[in-house]
């Protein structure tokens, strides 16, 4: 799609985030702890939404909570805590009491506050569906609004209460399951995660296909019938670990149905996805319309870029310094995968965009970036080298990053590239994020595929996967099977090539952690840390089986005395 066209798309979106943002302000979006907390005396038939129009509105408040999806809490135990994203603490910078050390170390605790952040989130987001879904079901029972009508509504929300549910599954494991909003309970018990799952899945089976199939501006951003049978194909393919029983021919089946609708397919540039301007992208399922001034939330410049990229890209404000990704993670690319991109160097600056920035920093009207800080312990002075690539120490290579702490270097590590940047930017970013994405559609089904045949050449799994490859400019995989991204000089695993596929072309787009527990990675934490860390860091780091799960945060363990803990903490 040409630039001007993606344009035309993302203003045709601008009512819905309007919608979006002023609802955002309301009541009924305020981050909810605990299932109990909303105002029900405030919900009355009398202050009802009436018209079509108003019920669009609504919506709105179902949707709001996503702005919090791309660079929140959610993405802090998704990314930060797998081989391709690490936090070090730079000084007095990222420290948070040792938060971001202990994600990396998988040696968080119970009393971890910021485990709190992704509960918030999706009760926040099940309690306003479950809000909107009463308000409806009661209009439509009273006879105020044509049952048809109010129905197209109800299976929207319901399937996107299912997205909540699938989150709070996949990091928490037994939940609370409470969709009763006139009688919700005070302090709901948890629920078996595997019953939670198989509610979810019964849920949307009954109310994606009463979803519209229409790809358009009117359900961009929104849960159509094909980002329901997508949720659908997550739930499947991880229906071995949520419920202890593998579902394949129902992934497969899911996948199906979406590639052979014909309303999707891989877009010829991979990083069309993540322009500035990607609204209306062929491979977007379901995307967060995010926008710097309508619908804020998405700070990847921000958490990532070094203080002195405000003058790379003329950004309004001073970034934090803060993402980058791990050395294997990184060499984990071959370096004609277009995906990866290229290295500045002191003669020039990168010319090829990538996932990753890398090697020295410019600025915008040239020359390079410098670092004004007290940073002499850099090992190139004050030049900004993200990675430090190219550098030496005593004659041998610098490491991309010294240390996890406290002293990392203050460039430490190739940063995340992989949405553009816009020049001026403020804070806030106008990307659009694909929650669903058509080439993890792809994936899903080789990797299912390929669980059915057991076979490291079974050759649809091969198609699927080399689809993927050949538009990264990379040759046609043979075999499934290879050496571990986080792990390159280990010998062949079975499915290593495929699990090393999905994070190349999945990176930060929180599809790690869920990948590294099914393939049965997660416990292999101790391969991936930083090689750079003093005693005390290799002692906590953990790779116990029950980490694959986070604990329920100790607040809510104090408001709910239903609630019990997950084993190991």
Known sequence: MKSKERIKMKKSLYLFRVIMILLGVAAFSQACTKLDETLYSQVTP???????????SALGAAYTQMGGYATGDINEVQEMTTDEVVVPTRGSDWDDGGTQRRLHLHSW????????????????????????IYQFTTLSANGQVDATVAGAYLAELTSLRSFFYWQLIDLYGNVPYDNDFANAQAAPPQVPRATVFTNVVADLETNVPLLTKNVDGTTYGRMN????????????????????????DAAIAACDEIINSGKYSLESNYFANFDVNNSGSKEFIFAIPYDKIFFTGFNMNAATLHYASQYTYNLTFQPWNGYCSLEKFYNSYSNNDLRKGDVGTLTGPATKRGNFLAGYQYNLGGGVCIDDGADGADPDG??????????????QPAAQINELGPQAWRQSGVRIGKWEFEIGGTSDMSN??????????????????????????????????????????????TSLDGALSFDLASGSVPGGELFNERGREMFAEHSRRQDLIRFG???????????????????????????????????????NSNLVQNPGY
């Open 46 to 56: 009398a202050n009802f939404f009436k018209s079509e129009a108003e019920f669009v």
């Open 109 to 132: 605790g119970y009393d971890d506050e910021f485990m709190n952040g992704p509960w918030a989130f999706c009760y926040s987001g099940v309690s306003t569906a479950n809000r909107l």
């Open 225 to 248: 019938y094909w980002a329901g049978k997508f949720l659908l194909a997550k739930l499947y393919m991880n229906s071995q670990v949520y419920s202890g029983t593998a579902q394949w």
């Open 382 to 395: 004050k030049p900004v080298n993200f990675g430090n690539i190219g550098d030496l120490i005593n004659g």
């Open 432 to 477: 659009d994020y694909s929650v669903f994405r058509y080439a993890d559609v792809l994936l899903m089904k080789a990797e299912a595929l390929w669980r059915k045949s057991q076979s490291s050449t079974d050759a649809g799994a091969l198609a699927l996967v080399n689809q993927i490859r050949e538009r990264a400019g990379l040759t046609d995989l």
């Open 521 to 559: 990675l997660w416990g292999q934490v101790n391969k991936w840390i930083l090689p750079h860390h003093n005693t005390t860091d290799v002692v906590n780091a953990k790779t116990d089986t029950y980490l694959t799960l986070y604990p329920i945060p100790k607040i809510q363990m104090a408001a």
